[in-house]
């Protein structure tokens, strides 16, 4: 079982949408959670991270936590064509490792 | 704004030669990582320090792969002899402390012939 799990997609929304991407982890102490994101050819940009339960906004990105089911989720409101790309969620464990997901891809149609 | 330097952004190289990738965290950050992606998945930590110190390197090819950061700035990762499997992003990455957000440089695409 991997230490973090995405779909790879591709997940597809017409522009002005809102995407939701989902990520789920097994190790229970996990303390802290970020998503980046990532365009092609490129190195990861950190858009969000969330370390409580419920939900953290920032503009149009909101990324909700529950530690109980052990799901991480972002949502993505009116979605635009910029936003194609693969988002990545990563997940620390109290021993302070890093683990990434393979990230799921994010095409948003004009 | 600051950011992590690396250098070379591509090379390409033909297998069992050596190469050297170099990276230049952001100032004060006192973690580093070094990531492998290979496409279509996500990154893979291959080394992290702590200053100078290497506190995970549990996913290095020791045989062929070693890092350092001699003076807990700068850190250079080195390959030799490269093999086809190598090909894939090599990312650095720092973070103020060990449980602190990452930020990533532009990466090293490197390419094995």
């Known amino acids: 079982q991997k230490e973090v799990e995405q779909n790879s997609g591709p997940l597809s929304v017409p522009e002005g949408a809102i995407a939701s991407l989902n990520c789920t982890y097994s190790?229970?102490?996990?303390?802290?959670f970020f998503w980046y994101r990532q365009y092609s050819g490129k190195s990861p940009e950190l858009i969000m991270s969330?370390?409580?339960?419920g939900d953290k906004e920032d503009g149009r990105f909101t990324a909700q936590l529950n530690k109980a089911s052990q799901y991480v989720s972002l949502l993505i409101r009116d979605s635009q064509p910029s936003d194609s790309a693969t988002y990545l969620c990563?997940?620390?464990?109290?021993?302070?490792?890093?683990?990434f997901g393979s990230g799921t891809k994010l095409n948003v149609k004009p | 704004e600051a950011e992590v330097a690396q250098s070379p952004r591509y090379k390409i190289t033909e297998k069992s030669q050596a190469v050297a990738f170099w990276c230049d965290p952001i100032s004060g950050h006192a973690t580093l990582y070094w990531y492998r992606q290979i496409l279509g998945q996500g990154p893979e930590l291959l080394v992290q320090?702590?200053?100078?110190?290497?506190?995970?390197d549990s996913q290095l090819p020791k045989d062929r792969f070693s890092a350092e950061r001699l003076k807990g700035v700068d850190s250079t990762l080195k390959i030799q002899p490269a093999e086809l499997g190598d090909s894939a992003m090599y990312l650095c990455?720092?973070?103020?402390?060990?449980?602190?957000?990452?930020?990533f440089g532009p990466g090293t695409r490197l390419t094995v012939l």
């Open positions: 320090f702590q200053d100078e110190s290497v506190v995970d």
């Open positions: 990563a997940v620390s464990n109290n021993f302070n490792k890093f683990y």
């Open positions: 969330i370390y409580s339960n």
């Open positions: 190790d229970r102490v996990s303390q802290s």
């Open positions: 990455a720092s973070s103020e402390d060990r449980s602190d957000t990452q930020y």
